[in-house]
């Protein structure tokens, strides 16, 4: 069984692509059937052993701060790290650098997951790694269909109507060592793509983990905010 009980949130975005449910409400308290998503991902946490937990926050932070106060009515223990500028992923992470010195989880605040993290983080040990990737089985059917042609004669090779593009993608959900703070530039805006490219320079071992037989539900724009929210509703039932 891990050692470690600690995950950090990155709940401090402002979340444009959600706007204007965001003018007021920062995503991660966006509401999700009958509690908000911040709250879904941390009972998950909770149901995976996990009860120590870093807040990374900033826009509208206050609202964050006075819901979940110091976590103890979920029986959690939580802290908070303010990040007072937009710096970007970076910036968010590097501003909870003093409240962790073991390894830990790092979570985007704006998914949610199903699935036995402990095994992520038992793979993580055992690989020896500096930061282990969550990725998951992704499908999606495009919306036309896609020509190919000789770009000398224009001639039409092939006409594909309405493929399905697969792959595996990143799911913000991570296993880190401490080391990962080493490769955050301080005072700049800095994504998490730039971080991760540079600890592969700096030889550092990046392992990927593949969630399998799940659905990946993120909250990244409305449309696809609307499908988890419908999700979750489901899962509640109808309320008479």
């Known amino acids: 069984m891990p050692q470690t009980k600690k995950a950090l949130i990155l709940a401090g975005g402002m979340g444009t692509r959600l706007q204007p449910f965001t003018f007021f409400v920062p995503k991660p308290m966006l509401p ?32 964050i701060e006075d819901y ?19 710096l970007g992923i970076g ?3 590097l501003s909870a650098k003093n409240l962790i010195d073991s390894t830990f989880y790092l979570l985007y ?22 930061l282990t ?36 993608i990143n799911v913000g959900c991570y296993v880190a060592e401490p080391t990962l703070f080493d490769y955050i530039p301080k005072g700049k805006m800095y994504g998490f793509d730039g ?18 037989g799940k659905e990946f539900l993120d909250i990244g724009d409305e449309k696809s905010y609307k499908k988890v929210y419908d999700l979750y509703m489901s899962r509640l039932g109808k309320i008479l």
């Open 32 to 63: 999700l059937a009958d509690k908000p998503l911040l709250e879904h991902l941390m009972v998950w946490l909770k149901h995976n052993g996990v009860k120590d937990i870093v807040l990374s926050v900033s826009y509208l932070r206050h609202m």
């Open 68 to 86: 979940f106060e110091d976590g103890e009515r979920w029986g959690l223990k939580i802290s908070y790290a303010n990040s007072e500028s937009p």
């Open 133 to 168: 990737i969550g990725l998951m089985h992704y499908a999606e059917k495009m919306r036309y269909g896609i020509i190919e042609r000789d770009e000398k004669t224009g001639k039409v090779l092939e006409w594909r109507e309405k493929p399905e593009v697969k792959g595996l």
């Open 195 to 212: 971080v991760v490219r540079d600890m592969i320079k700096g030889k550092e071992k990046v392992v990927s983990y593949v969630i399998e």
């Open 91 to 93: 910036g968010q992470i």
């Open 109 to 130: 605040g704006d998914s949610v997951f199903d699935f036995d993290l402990n095994k992520m983080m038992a793979f993580h040990l055992k690989s020896k790694a500096t």
